[in-house]
Each structure stands twice: as structure tokens, then as C-alpha cells.
């Protein structure tokens, strides 16, 4: 596998992305423009992708424009992991009722992913991106996905995370993470303070064990302040969602 061909598969999905966010046509150069592309290689890919049927394009606008075949792809995913409740929908009636952006998170290898993100409408909120990834042992969601597991793979977790960084400043101390988990699974949640961003928290629980063994959190990002005057509410509005996928 060349540098090229990841280059290259790292842009589509970017691509996708974007369209994600701005839910709307976009031309080349506002493609190319946004994300860093040279235009030539960005219009060799999004002819490519033209020519696969996942892009469609309108010559007298000039602009691209996901067909229904993206939407497809991935409709059976949501249904697979959830059964018959409805996440998206699930997760803007959370941050309507609570006024905070709503996350929802897994493991992936050694750290957790926002797979998605409603964000708040309050003027101050929290603005993660979709897909952004956070250190599995030094976040709140990721420590709470590791209180799901047994001793044994968090300190093998531990290990392989002090393996792939080489930084003695960032190693991570078993100990010092085995007492954070113990806390989560005494209380039942997470609830981090400035841990990542200063002047941000962020409150989650477990969600029911989706079908294949994944485990996914659901959480409320948003200042400290706010977060720190609803905490109660917060966890009794998160665990009643909880309750429609058991």
C-alpha cells in the first residue's frame, strides 16, 4: 500500500465529511479550498467518485452533490447497533431538553471516538467535530468505556498506550487510571472538569451492549458552570435515554 493510496482514502471520506457539515453542493474549488486540496488532484478524485455513482455533478452550477448511494451505504449500521430506536433523532431531543451538545462515543483501539455529534444552540457551547478522537485512558469517555472492561484488559490497554508513546512526560500510571474507573463504576458515570479543554466538562454514561460486543457513551459537553448546576438532572435525563435501548 502506497502513501498515495492513504492520502487518497483519507480524502474521500474527508470529502464526505464536509459535505456533512455544510449539507449542500459544493464546487471543486470550495472543496479544494476548504480542505487543502491541489486542485488537480482534487478534481481527479471527485471525478473518480463522480464516476462511481457516489458523487453527482451539475455542469451549469458546476458543483457536486452526494447521490442517494451514500445515504444507503451505511442506513443498515444505526438499525444493526440500536435495533429499533433511532439515535440521531434519540440525541436531539437530549441536547433540546438539556441545552448542551450531545456525544456519542466508542472505543477505537487505544482511543475513544466521537462517532457523533448534535451540537448545543446556546451562544457558548461546546464544538467537538464528528470523528475527533481523545487519549482512551485521559478522557472522560474514554475512561468511562474502560470501566466496562475487566482489570486485566485495562492494564493491558495501559501497556500498549505507554508502548506507542514514547514521550516519558506522557506515560500513564495504572494506578492513578484504575482509581478514576473505580469512581465511574461507583457512581455509575463520568464526569470530567477541564481535562482536555479548559473550561469544558462533560457528563456520560454507558449505553446497553450493542449487538457484535460494541460498547458505545452518551454524554452532555458544555461549560463547567452550566454543567456543574444540572449535574443531577444531567445524569437522570441520560440514563432514561439509556433506558429506551435496553
Not at 29 to 40: A, G, M, N, Q, R
Not at 61 to 71: D, K, Q
Request: aromatic share 6%.
Amino acid at each position: 500500500m502506497t502513501a498515495s493510496t492513504v492520502k487518497s482514502a483519507r480524502r474521500v471520506i474527508e470529502i464526505m465529511e464536509y459535505f456533512d457539515r455544510v449539507r449542500r453542493p459544493l464546487s471543486l474549488k470550495e472543496i479544494c479550498d476548504h480542505l487543502s486540496y491541489p486542485v488537480s488532484s482534487g478534481a481527479t478524485l471527485l471525478k473518480s467518485l463522480v464516476l462511481l455513482g457516489y458523487l453527482e455533478y451539475d455542469r451549469r452550477s458546476r458543483t457536486y452533490l452526494p447521490t442517494m448511494r451514500i445515504a444507503v451505504l451505511g442506513s443498515w449500521v444505526p438499525a444493526t447497533l440500536f435495533g429499533e430506536i433511532d439515535m440521531l433523532p434519540m440525541m436531539e431531543n437530549l441536547r433540546n431538553r438539556t441545552g448542551e451538545t450531545v456525544i456519542l462515543g466508542t472505543q477505537s483501539d487505544l482511543f475513544a471516538q466521537y462517532v457523533h455529534v448534535v451540537h448545543s444552540t446556546e451562544p457558548l457551547h461546546y464544538t467537538p467535530s464528528p470523528g475527533i478522537v481523545r487519549p482512551l485512558a485521559r478522557s472522560g469517555v474514554g475512561q468511562l468505556l474502560l470501566s466496562a472492561l475487566p482489570d486485566a484488559d485495562i492494564d493491558l490497554l495501559v501497556r500498549r498506550i505507554n508502548i506507542a508513546d514514547d514521550q516519558p512526560a506522557n506515560r500513564i500510571v495504572l494506578a492513578e487510571v484504575m482509581r478514576e474507573v473505580s469512581a465511574i463504576r461507583r457512581q455509575g458515570y463520568a464526569y470530567t472538569r477541564n481535562l482536555v479543554t479548559g473550561g469544558v466538562g462533560l457528563v456520560a454514561i454507558l449505553l446497553p451492549v450493542a449487538p457484535f460486543g460494541r460498547r458505545f457513551a452518551i454524554g452532555l459537553g458544555g461549560p463547567v458552570a452550566r454543567l456543574d448546576a444540572r449535574l443531577e438532572d444531567h445524569v437522570k435525563t441520560l440514563r432514561a435515554a439509556a433506558q429506551t435501548l435496553a
